[in-house]
T-cell receptor, first 114, second 111 residues
Framework: DQQVKQNSPSLSVQEGRISILNCDYT??????FLWYKKYPAEGPTFLIS?????DKNEDGRFTVFLNKSAKHLSLHIVPSQPGDSAVYFC?????????????FGKGTKLSVKP | EAGVVQSPRYKIIEKKQPVAFWCNPI?????LYWYLQNLGQGPELLIR????????DSQLPKDRFSAERLKGVDSTLKIQPAELGDSAVYLC?????????FGPGTRLTVL
């Protein structure tokens, strides 16, 4: 049973527009959430994270929103650039990430078209 | 600062052969993870170390997989014997609280 779900396998966006990647989770013990970006033949790269005590965290063009009541988080990329084309993984853990394991979704492949 | 180092990057073996993967985490990172990633899937945890102690190996198939982190720094993951279904990317990651940082992975092909 998947604890972290990314229901959209792929997303295509025009350059300059907003990309919104979604993630749902089922385990109410999760209190730390992360987004990773992965290019082919490379390991996942940490992008941005959010603790459950917040509902928003922003880093440049990347913003993560957390809705705990809905057990839903999303990653917004504004403006999207062709270099953002990659597979994005949502991950979650308990205990602020320091003691728990990271549980990953299956990923969403983002394609940003020039 | 160097990232997580893994070797080899690619490995092709015949089934029933043994194989080993090596990982050197980021300096100062006490937590080390081994993940398995199949095509089209997210990484799945195999084992997590806190220093030299394996604190979670519940997902490690212990009949054929083994891992060690003897001095609490680098780690080795071994498969013996390998099966066709073991073909995947094996990722090592390390952390010091918060998010984990991944190495480039070892792509294993079992023929």
């Amino acid at each position: 049973d998947q604890q972290v779900k990314q229901n959209s396998p792929s997303l295509s966006v025009q350059e300059g527009r907003i990309s919104i990647l979604n993630c749902d989770y089922t385990n109410s013990m999760f209190d730390y959430f992360l987004w990773y970006k992965k290019y082919p033949a490379e390991g996942p790269t940490f992008l941005i994270s959010i603790s459950s005590i917040k509902d928003k965290n922003e880093d440049g063009r990347f913003t993560v929103f957390l809705n705990k009541s809905a057990k839903h988080l999303s990653l917004h990329i504004v403006p999207s650039q062709p270099g953002d084309s990659a597979v994005y993984f949502c991950a979650a853990s308990s205990y602020g990430g320091s003691q728990g394991n990271l549980i990953f979704g299956k990923g969403t492949k983002l394609s940003v078209k020039p | 600062e160097a990232g997580v180092v893994q070797s080899p990057r690619y490995k092709i073996i015949e089934k029933k052969q043994p194989v080993a993967f090596w990982c050197n985490p980021i300096s100062g990172h006490n937590t080390l993870y081994w993940y398995l990633q199949n095509l089209g899937q997210g990484p799945e945890l195999l084992i997590r170390y806190e220093n030299e102690e394996a604190v979670d190996d519940s997902q490690l198939p212990k009949d054929r997989f083994s891992a060690e982190r003897l001095k609490g720094v680098d780690s080795t993951l071994k498969i013996q014997p390998a099966e066709l279904g073991d073909s995947a990317v094996y990722l090592c990651a390390s952390s010091h609280g918060g998010g984990a940082f991944f190495g480039p992975g070892t792509r294993l092909t079992v023929l």
